[in-house]
């Protein structure tokens, strides 16, 4: 994105719609270059085009959840990145974050995605190269996240080296904690399966209990967040062995 269409995202953040007239007054382009820019948006999955503008979807809609703090999760997707070797196989479950990231590792070659979740699984629609396993399981309508015991199933019957999941919520009480029990219950498979974890979420989730538990930190390798962590919370998790990393 260049910085006109990352100022639209902002716009959309907090407001129910952003029109195609308004838009163009403020960025002082012309309407057509606007139509252009929602256009590439709503391709990349980060709004939805209505008549005369554009507007975010259902808050468990991840193109909605994606533009909430965007440079903070772009900056933590491509750190995320970083993790990932040629020639791996690796899960991504589900989440906005996770939903960058999964960008960024498009532009590789020889990676291979795992996913529960269909979103993810569509930002490479357009990519020849990538190699996306999709797995199965009853279908989140919402979130588009694929739950339950066939999900379940299908993670027995595929290899991965290292796993990235989206959380909701984080305290030292509670642990990183989800706001659906089906997910969570698909997060806590995957971490029972001994890879290396690394949860990806921003600092706004520290601080926030959620519905139900997903795991503790010693559970996990890596946490990638912003420097917007609690210093408390940061410390907690470093003495519990959990890598920090600030991006």
Do not use: W
Not at 20 to 46: C, M, N, P, W, Y
Not at 99 to 121: D, P, Q, W, Y
Not at 153 to 159: G, P, Q
Not at 200 to 211: E, I, N
């Amino acid at each position: 994105m260049n910085k006109r269409q990352r100022r639209i995202i902002d716009s959309l953040n907090g407001s129910t719609m952003a029109s195609v007239k308004d838009l163009s007054r403020v960025l002082h382009v012309s309407a057509v270059t606007i139509r252009q820019d929602l256009t590439l948006l709503e391709d990349e999955g980060f709004l939805k085009r209505v008549h005369g503008g554009a507007v975010l979807e259902s808050a468990d809609d991840i193109s909605k959840r994606m533009v909430v703090n965007y440079e903070k999760k772009l900056r933590i997707a491509r750190a995320a990145a970083g993790f990932v070797t040629e020639g791996e196989s690796i899960l991504i479950e589900s989440g906005s974050t996770n939903a960058i990231l999964v960008k960024e590792l498009g532009k590789r070659e020889g990676v291979t995605i795992i996913t529960s979740n269909v979103f993810i699984a569509r930002q490479l629609k357009k990519n020849d190269h990538a190699s996306i396993i999709l797995l199965g399981g009853l279908y989140q309508h919402e979130s588009e996240s694929l739950v339950g015991k066939l999900a379940k199933l299908c993670l027995d019957n595929v290899n991965f080296t290292k796993a990235f999941i989206g959380v909701d919520g984080f305290s030292r009480e509670a642990g990183f904690t989800s706001t659906d029990m089906m997910r969570a219950e698909i997060s806590a498979y995957i971490v029972r399966k001994g890879v290396e974890v690394f949860v990806v979420t921003d600092s706004s989730k520290f601080g926030k209990v959620q519905l139900t538990n997903l795991f503790y930190p010693g559970d996990i390798r890596c946490l990638i967040t912003d420097d917007g962590i609690p210093k408390d919370d940061r410390a907690y998790l470093e003495e519990s062995g959990v890598r920090v990393i600030i991006a």
